[in-house]
């Protein structure tokens, strides 16, 4: 079946520019979560969506990002006014939420970079 | 704050040797632990994951790893590894409370030679 897929898979923006990053997850899966991944920094949790409860924000860098999900599927990550250290992969996942443990699969991510 | 260990940052192997890449973690309670592996030019995927039971848990394309509770640890391995092996591999964890982020190790690049 389909994956996890995130558009654009390339982004190059200009310092002070905003960006939205989307994420599509699998159908049917009802968590939805974004990471970061960069050199330095490895890979860091930014922002969770579990159905219909308030998003876990506790991960996001700086008030500059945001993110929603809409309708319980797509979710669009915001990065406003861009800095050069924004520049990363950002990855989407998305896991079932069935109750117990559960299994996170990853989309291809966004390459962002800010020039 | 949990956190995740990998201690080998580079790890450089001929083909048909023998691999185990360490991970320990440092959450007191109930853990899920996963390896994910990063194929150049690809996404991650996942490799293998312990949720509860036999603590010797097999994976995709003849990986292993053993859960040690007392250790803390999560080590990968693989008896004879293949030049396709040539990856990043990241092990995760997240609490047993319900679905929780994963927290990862920074990764362990393996570079296999002929």
């Known amino acids: 079946g389909a994956g996890v897929s995130q558009s654009p898979s390339n982004k190059v923006t200009e310092k002070g520019k905003d960006v939205e990053l989307r994420c599509d997850p699998i159908?049917?899966?009802?968590?939805l979560y974004w990471y970061r991944q960069s050199l330095g920094q490895g890979l860091e949790f930014l922002i969770y969506?579990?159905?219909?409860?308030?998003?876990?924000k506790s991960g996001l860098p700086s008030d500059r990002f945001s993110a929603e999900r809409t309708g319980g599927s797509v979710s669009t990550l915001t990065i406003q006014r861009t800095q050069q250290e924004d520049s990363a992969v950002y990855l989407c996942a998305s896991s079932l939420s069935a109750g117990g443990p559960d299994t996170q699969y990853f989309g291809p991510g966004t390459r962002l970079t800010v020039l | 704050a949990q956190s995740v260990s990998q201690h080998n940052h580079h790890v450089i192997l001929s083909e048909a040797a023998s691999l185990e890449l360490g991970c320990n973690y440092s959450?007191?309670?109930?853990?899920?632990l996963f390896w994910y592996v990063q194929y150049p030019g690809q996404h991650l995927q996942l490799l293998l994951k312990?949720?509860?039971?036999?603590?010797l848990v097999k994976g995709i394309k003849g990986f292993e790893a053993e859960f040690i509770k007392s250790k803390f640890s999560f080590n990968l391995r693989k008896p004879s590894v293949q030049w396709s092996d040539t990856a990043e591999y990241f092990c995760?964890?997240?609490?047993?409370?319900?679905?929780?982020?994963?927290?990862f190790g920074k990764g362990t690049r393996l570079s296999v030679i002929a």
């Open positions: 969506f579990q159905g219909n409860s308030a998003p876990d």
């Open positions: 959450y007191g309670g109930t853990v899920n």
């Open positions: 159908s049917g899966h009802t968590a």
């Open positions: 995760a964890v997240t609490r047993n409370s319900g679905n929780t982020p994963l927290v």
């Open positions: 312990y949720f509860s039971g036999d603590p």
